[in-house]
């Protein structure tokens, strides 16, 4: 279960985000999340510093939302199935902010979302982020699990790995296993026999892309209050895939 072959890499070096590797998202419709902001696909909610990836909450009107942030994703430039995910990241603090970094099938073979899966590498919510979440979604009905851990010093950079085999998926932070699974089903709708389940390892074993994005608020995160400091940054330092 050693993944060596680095097949993936973003070291943020570039003045600017290398769009060979991401796309930068532009939309502001809840996500079925019930979320507030609107991604902007613009520099002062996504940008290069110091050779890290920033993406800055910001309270401001656009659109129809009064609060922007900044989502990038490497669909159709970039996925994969089974390896190993590092990335370094320091985390927002504050009611309302959600950062998430998780993964989404490239081309589903089993329908619509959740008989589509989804991978979350790591989330956590700015009221409490001491407490990081790595989950998986599938089935139809709706399943969702995955374990939880405390980190100390919330204030520094640690990376939220993520272990994707055949036979299960596994969460580390900082190199430290914390949690994993081999649990999981896969049903979808046929046109002619209606619900179906498919045969495991399904939904996991399709190619998979990377999402980064910082939500403000959200059924799972709660809402900015006044307490809420804007602008609030989500930074990434490194971004690595292994097979």
Known sequence: MKFNNLIFEDNFDKETLDLTKWNIEHAGHGFGNNEWQFYRNNSDNVKIENNQLVITAKKEKYEHRYFTSGKITTRSKFSFQYGRVDITAKLPIGQGFWPALWMMPEKSKYGWWPSCGEIDIMESLGHDPGFIYGTIHYGNP?????????????????????????????????????????????????????????????????????????????NFSGYPNKETNFPTSFIIDSVKVYN
């Open 142 to 218: 709706h399943k969702y699990h995955g374990p939880r851990t405390r980190i100390e010093n919330i204030n520094d950079f640690h990376k939220y790995s993520l272990i994707w085999t055949e036979e299960e998926i596994i969460w580390l932070i900082d190199d430290l296993e914390y949690g994993r699974t081999a649990n999981w089903f896969s049903k979808s709708y046929n046109k002619e026999k209606g619900l179906v389940e498919n045969e495991y390892p399904a939904p996991f074993n399709q190619e998979f892309y990377l999402i980064i994005n910082l939500a403000v608020g959200g």
